[in-house]
C-alpha cells in the first residue's frame, strides 16, 4: 500500500471517528435537554409508587447525571455494545440489525429508481433542449423538487392504495401471516409505494443537472469535431455526452444519500414501515438515549460509508482525478 493512499485512508478515519463523536455528543444534549421524561414514556398509562419509579430509572440508569451515563454510553461502545433500548428491552444492535434489512431494502430501492429515472429524463431532456419535451421534463421535476415527502407519501397512500386498491395501506409485510409464510413477492409488494414516494426526493436534482451537464457538453469544440465528421445526434450523445456527464450524475447521486435517509424516515412513518426511520421516531418520542444515539452513530456510518464509495468510484470513472490527487501527494 503506498504512502498516498495510507495517508487518504488514516484522514478519512479521523474525520469519520470526530464526526462520530460530535454527532453522538449532540444528540445526547438535545435528547437529555428534551422535556421527555423516559421513565413516564417507559410506563405509559401504568401508575406506580414513586420508589418504583426510582428503581426503574436506577435499572435503566437514567438515575446518574448526563455526564455520567454519556460517559458509560462511550465505554460501552469501546466494547462493542450499544446498550439495550428502553422502548423495545432489546438490545441496540439487534434492533438496528432486524430493522436495518428493511430499511436498506427501501433505501436501495428508491435510490436506484431516482439514479436510472432522474438520468434518463435528464438526458432526454438535454438532447431535446428548448423543445416541448424538455419544456415538460423540466416543468415535472420543479413540482417534484417543490413537494414533500409525507404530503407525496399520503396522496399515493390515498390514490393507490384507498381509491384503486393496487397496493396495500403500509406495513412492511401482509398481517396475519407468520414470517417463515412472508414471501419475497409480499415485501416486494408492500415496498413499492413507499420506494416510488422516496425516490421522487432524488429524480428532480438528479434530472436537472443532468441536462445542463449535457447541454454544455453538446456545445463543447470536440461535439462540433464530431458533427463535422458526420456522427449523428444518437452517436454523439451515446460515445461523447454520456461518459462526461457520467462522473458529476454519480456525485449527486452518492451525494443524495443523506436526503434518501433523511427522507426514509418521513416515508415510512407514513407507510407505517417497520425500519430504522421509524425506530428513529420512536426513540426520539420516548426519550430512549440508547436506541437513539446508536440509530443516529449507525446513520452516520452508513452516509460516511455512501461518500468514501463515491470518492473510490470516481477514481473508476474518470482515471485524470486519480492521478491528479496522486501527483498532489
Not at 67 to 93: A, K, N
Not at 159 to 173: E, N, R, S, Y
Not at 318 to 328: A, F, K, L, N, T
Request: aromatic share 10%; proline share 4%; net charge neutral.
Amino acid at each position: 500500500m503506498n504512502k498516498g493512499l495510507t495517508d487518504y485512508l488514516s484522514s478519512t478515519l479521523v474525520r469519520m471517528i470526530t464526526l462520530l463523536i460530535a454527532v453522538s455528543l449532540i444528540s445526547f444534549i438535545l435528547v437529555v435537554s428534551s422535556p421527555i421524561d423516559p421513565v413516564d414514556a417507559y410506563l405509559g398509562d401504568i401508575n406506580v409508587s414513586e420508589e418504583q419509579r426510582e428503581n426503574i430509572a436506577e435499572y435503566w440508569g437514567l438515575n446518574k447525571s448526563p455526564v455520567e451515563r454519556y460517559i458509560i454510553w462511550i465505554g460501552h461502545i469501546f466494547q462493542g455494545d450499544m446498550g439495550e433500548s428502553i422502548t423495545y428491552r432489546q438490545p441496540v444492535l439487534k434492533i438496528i440489525g432486524e430493522r436495518f434489512q428493511a430499511s436498506l431494502a427501501l433505501m436501495g430501492l428508491a435510490w436506484v429508481l431516482s439514479g436510472v429515472l432522474g438520468f434518463a429524463l435528464g438526458v432526454i431532456a438535454g438532447a431535446n433542449k428548448d423543445s416541448w419535451l424538455d419544456r415538460g421534463i423540466k416543468t415535472f421535476c420543479l413540482i417534484l423538487a417543490s413537494t414533500p415527502v409525507f404530503w407525496l407519501g399520503l396522496l399515493m397512500l390515498m390514490v393507490f392504495a384507498i381509491q384503486l386498491q393496487w397496493f396495500p395501506l403500509g406495513l412492511g409485510a401482509p398481517i396475519g401471516k407468520l414470517s417463515y409464510e412472508i414471501t419475497w413477492a409480499d415485501r416486494l409488494y408492500h415496498l413499492i409505494l413507499p420506494a416510488v414516494t422516496l425516490s421522487v426526493t432524488g429524480v428532480a436534482g438528479i434530472a436537472l443537472h443532468t441536462r445542463q451537464k449535457l447541454i454544455d457538453v453538446l456545445k463543447s469544440e470536440y461535439i462540433l469535431f464530431a458533427k463535422a465528421r458526420g456522427e449523428k445526434p444518437r452517436e454523439i450523445i451515446w460515445r461523447h455526452g454520456l461518459r462526461n456527464i457520467a462522473l458529476p450524475g454519480i456525485t449527486l447521486q452518492f451525494a443524495s444519500i443523506s436526503e434518501l435517509f433523511g427522507g426514509s424516515i418521513l416515508a415510512e412513518k407514513v407507510f407505517s414501515y417497520p425500519g430504522l426511520g421509524n425506530a428513529a421516531t420512536v426513540a426520539g418520542l420516548k426519550g430512549d438515549v440508547p436506541l437513539l444515539l446508536g440509530i443516529a452513530s449507525f446513520s452516520i456510518l452508513f452516509v460516511f460509508t455512501g461518500n468514501f464509495m463515491a470518492n473510490v468510484i470516481y477514481g473508476i470513472v474518470d482515471p485524470q482525478i486519480r492521478e491528479g490527487g496522486s501527483h498532489g501527494k
